[in-house]
């Protein structure tokens, strides 16, 4: 525990704050919303951020909320979103959690039923797999992910490759926006330009999928249909 102290006054400039989602036998699984049959045709894509300058929670928790504002901007339906917007979506998120004003954390579950009060998502499905992931971000848009984040994960390599190692420091939520051909997965961050370059920077397939065993979440914008519609 004092070590974990430790990490987080070192890099106390990064704001985290992500909580992971209460249970909820109602949840949809992202493998209902993809095909059994699949060609594998593209094998890189990104879905572009579209503001010159990163988002920057600064030392706040609200990483969840700039998650959300990341998850506008980027193709494919951008809507411009300033820090602003990220500080007001993580209140909205609090009212969801029904700890208006605390200044906690909040959960991806909540970030995305306020994406859906604001008319921005249609409905939502966690993913389960890293297979999942991969399907989606080739060829559907981008996800919102929270995982533990480790002391490591703050300083990218001279590749600008992030590794899960290290003490972990707490919760954070971020953008998935790129996969590329050697199976790299985009991070788009909400550190300005503190962190990655432009506030990006990548993660291996492989140290994904062992976050989202860790107790991780990528969740994506899923249409769903009219009649039995659970939420």
């Known amino acids: 525990m004092k070590e974990s102290i430790k990490v987080k006054a070192q890099y106390k400039q990064f704001g985290m704050g992500r909580l992971p989602s209460p249970f909820d036998a109602r949840d949809y699984t992202l493998g209902d919303f993809i095909p059994k049959l699949t060609m594998r045709i593209v094998t890189n894509k990104l879905w572009e951020f579209l503001e010159p300058e990163p988002l920057n929670q600064e030392s706040t928790p609200h990483c969840v909320g700039f998650s959300m504002a990341n998850f506008m901007i980027n193709l494919p339906t951008y809507n411009k979103k300033t820090n602003e ?31 859906k009060n604001l008319k921005r998502i249609n409905g939502y ?28 994960m703050f300083k990218p390599d001279y ?28 991070i788009q961050n909400s550190w300005g330009n503190l962190w990655g370059k432009s506030g990006k920077a990548y993660i291996k397939d492989t140290d994904f999928a062992e976050l989202l065993r860790q107790g991780g979440e990528a969740l994506a914008s899923v249409e769903l249909p009219i009649a039995g519609c659970r939420r």
Do not use: M
Not at 85 to 101: A, N, S
Not at 127 to 136: R, V
């Open 125 to 152: 499905a966690f993913a389960s797999n890293i297979a999942q992931i991969k399907y989606w971000l080739l060829n559907k848009g981008p996800l919102i992910a929270g995982t533990v984040w480790t002391e490591d």
């Open 159 to 186: 590749n600008n490759i992030i590794h899960p190692t290290g003490i972990v420091a707490g919760g954070h939520a971020y953008l998935l926006n790129e996969w590329t051909k050697d199976g790299y997965i985009g």
């Open 85 to 115: 917007d990220g500080h007001r979506f993580y209140y909205l998120c609090k009212v969801q959690d029904g700890d208006p004003e605390a200044e906690d954390g909040s959960n991806l579950r909540s970030a995305c039923k306020v994406l």
